[in-house]
């Protein structure tokens, strides 16, 4: 692929945490990136709830642990850490018994990190992929960990833990909130609107709620039909379908923002945008 096989292309990244990784991946192939972070990650605002749930599976009130994302998993070490550091090694101690669950590779990458690898895996990294993996285990009586995704209750999949049997025990170790200004996404969104961008890259659920929150559905949709429109995974993508939008670029199989990176590459470097 040639080096510079995105010069000329103009791309949209409403990454936060990771915004210049995923920038610096797109301007080494040549693109203008617009950079307009539309999320921020932060630490849960109370720790007691996190540390409350971290107490309570140290003690054995967990056969499974549901992990939902590698974020998820080293804010709740952050919190401990934070708060609690004694609490750490016993954690790990009975994190590294229970079964662990994955919705998809950052979770797992996370595990590995700590030396840990997940026991049960979903094939496809949504909730209803988790729920598929487990139709094949019995659930009853099983004490079931879950840690949710920013602050949303995921109540599809505590619904069917607790429909198969199980008893569920959350937690939400961070929360999401506004990364840009106002001005700065209703500016992208007039950029988008007058055909000044190439495409737009959405990595997380809460950037498209974010961007929809700031203008009438219509106006939004509008706006993202005058440029190709791309997602990490299949999770954002189903975000952009509840809004009436297709994601017309999505990796196949890995599901991070170097794939992502190559699908756009291979895309509008080849010519077919």
């Known amino acids: 692929m040639n080096p510079q096989s995105l010069a000329g292309r103009t791309i949209a990244v409403p990454e936060g945490r990771e915004l210049e990784v995923f920038a610096g991946l797109l301007e080494r192939r040549g693109a ?5 972070p539309l999320i921020a990650i932060r630490d849960a ?28 998993l080293r804010r709740l070490l952050a919190c401990i850490d934070n708060h609690a550091p004694a609490l750490r090694l016993p954690f790990l101690d009975t994190l590294a018994q ?11 990458r996370a595990l590995r990190e700590l030396g840990l690898q997940p026991d049960l895996a979903a094939e496809v990294p949504t909730t ?28 599809q999949l505590i619904d069917f833990l607790e429909n198969a049997g199980a008893s ?12 840009a200004d106002e001005a700065a996404v209703q500016k992208l969104l007039a950029r988008l609107r007058d055909g000044e961008v190439d495409a737009i890259a959405f990595t997380s659920t809460p950037q498209v ?14 706006a993202l039909a005058r440029t190709l429109v791309a997602a990490v995974g299949p999770v954002v993508a189903e975000a952009l379908a509840r809004h009436g939008v297709r ?3 999505m990796p196949q199989e890995a599901f991070f923002m170097k794939p992502l990176t190559t699908a756009l590459e291979e895309h509008l470097g080849g010519g077919l945008w």
């Open 32 to 36: 203008s990136v617009i950079r307009c």
């Open 128 to 155: 209803e992929g988790i729920i598929a993996s487990l139709r094949r285990h019995p659930l009853t009586g099983r004490r079931i960990g879950v840690q949710l995704y920013g602050c949303d209750p995921n109540r």
């Open 247 to 249: 994601a017309q670029l």
């Open 98 to 108: 229970v079964r662990k669950i994955t919705r998809g590779p950052k979770p797992a």
């Open 168 to 179: 569920v025990l959350t937690v939400a170790p961070y929360v999401y909130a506004d990364a």
């Open 45 to 72: 605002p109370d720790p007691a709830p996190v540390l409350g749930f971290a107490r309570r599976f140290v003690q054995g009130a967990c056969d499974d642990l549901i992990i939902t994302t590698g974020e998820g």
């Open 209 to 222: 709620e974010r961007l929809f929150a700031a203008a009438a559905g219509s106006v939004v949709s509008a």
